[in-house]
């Protein structure tokens, strides 16, 4: 109980997710002991605890837990996760981007594939990367460190019982409250990005893009898509981090039948992939509607939902391109669980979920 008192007055949800010292009360047990005059070798809880192979506690003398540095530390690694895992997949992106446009010319991937070679060369698989890695760099930055904000923000507001009895809805909340700030720092970048990729002839890039979007469109053409990006990216951040959280608890309490704090860092860095794996998959199957209409509306000049509704039918808004987004979102999504925790680790900081808490008493 005195154990639950002290963890109250931090937020109870992050407190038990990121905890990687789980076993420390075992020497508060040996100072109660000592106090009563249990009669024992001192050096024996000392040795015992040395033989324990737990991973190493989180440094947080040098970033302290929900600080400003620790919020700072976690939008780095969102920039280093996001930014670089989805520059690394834009000519997936483009087919895709291309096979929702038009489904006529690029009938399937390996066909997408093949008129893109064809037209533009090996060169052309990686057109537009350039507001890819600025945008989603810009994204990874709010969607994970607000994230980390708004989760021990939700958590206090709950209070500790509440905090762990509906923790998925603190996930979900805190993920959705990240994801609307996210999507204005995205939106600009990711309007160039889709009519560099799906105009031929518009642009070769960002510098040359950015202007003749502006000049066409004017500067509020650039946040057109913001609502249906919204309609595509909140739902799927919130499939994204907690379906993330829960997959990794369920790993680590079905899986693997080694606690957490006794996994090496390596294991858990594969816990995270996995887990960001399969809840990617189930991202892409809940925003794929959406995804659909934000490339139909940041491509043709004036469009509206109606219109991309008409034009790509009801159907095609949950299947036109769905195959190849499940692949790129699944492999996406889980090398940025991996590269997010593995930035955490670097700078002394516990990986993303794990241990089920305490029932409280």
Not at 241 to 264: D, L
Not at 311 to 319: A, D, P, Q, S, V
Request: with cysteine; glycine share 10%; charged share 15%.
């Amino acid at each position: 109980m005195a154990l639950f008192d002290h963890q109250s007055r931090h937020s109870l949800v992050p407190g038990f997710l990121y905890s990687s010292n789980a076993f420390s009360h075992l020497d508060n047990i040996s100072s109660i002991n000592n106090n009563n005059n249990i009669n024992h070798s001192s050096s024996t809880p000392h040795n015992w605890n040395k033989n324990i192979p737990m991973i190493p506690a989180p440094k947080e003398t040098t970033i302290p837990m929900f600080s400003t540095e620790y919020y700072v530390a976690c939008s780095l690694g969102g920039i280093f996760s996001c930014g670089l895992t989805h520059m690394a997949v834009t000519p997936l992106d483009l087919v895709k981007c291309n096979m929702q446009i038009d489904p006529v010319k690029y009938k399937n991937i390996t066909s997408g594939f093949g008129v893109l070679l064809k037209e533009q060369g090996v060169r052309g698989f990686f057109k537009g990367w350039v507001p890819t890695l600025l945008g989603y760099s810009a994204q990874g930055a709010c969607k994970f460190g607000f994230y980390e904000y708004f989760k021990k923000y939700y958590s206090d507001l709950a209070g500790p019982e509440n905090a762990v009895k509906y923790k998925t809805f603190i996930y979900l909340a805190g993920s959705a409250s990240a994801e609307v700030i996210a999507d204005v720092a995205l939106c600009p970048m990711e309007a160039v990005k889709v009519r560099v990729q799906t105009q031929p002839g518009f642009a070769r890039g960002l510098f040359d893009g950015l202007p003749k979007f502006i000049k066409a469109d004017g500067i509020s053409g650039l946040y057109k898509g913001l609502v249906p990006l919204w309609g595509r990216q909140i739902p799927y951040t919130m499939m994204k981090f907690a379906s993330f959280e829960t997959i990794v608890e369920m790993i680590y309490k079905y899986a693997i039948p080694t606690p957490k704090e006794h996994c090496s860092k390596n294991k858990q860095l594969g816990v995270s992939f996995a887990a960001g794996y399969v809840a990617g998959v189930l991202c892409a199957i809940v925003s794929h509607p959406a995804d659909n209409l934000v490339s139909f509306l940041n491509n043709a000049k004036g469009a509206t939902i109606g219109d991309a509704v008409k034009k790509i039918g009801l159907l095609g808004l949950f299947t036109r391109g769905l195959p190849l987004r499940i692949v790129m979102i699944g492999t996406l999504t889980g090398a940025q669980w991996g590269l997010y925790d593995s930035f955490k680790v670097f700078v002394g900081l516990p990986t993303t979920g794990g241990a089920t808490p305490a029932p409280t008493k």
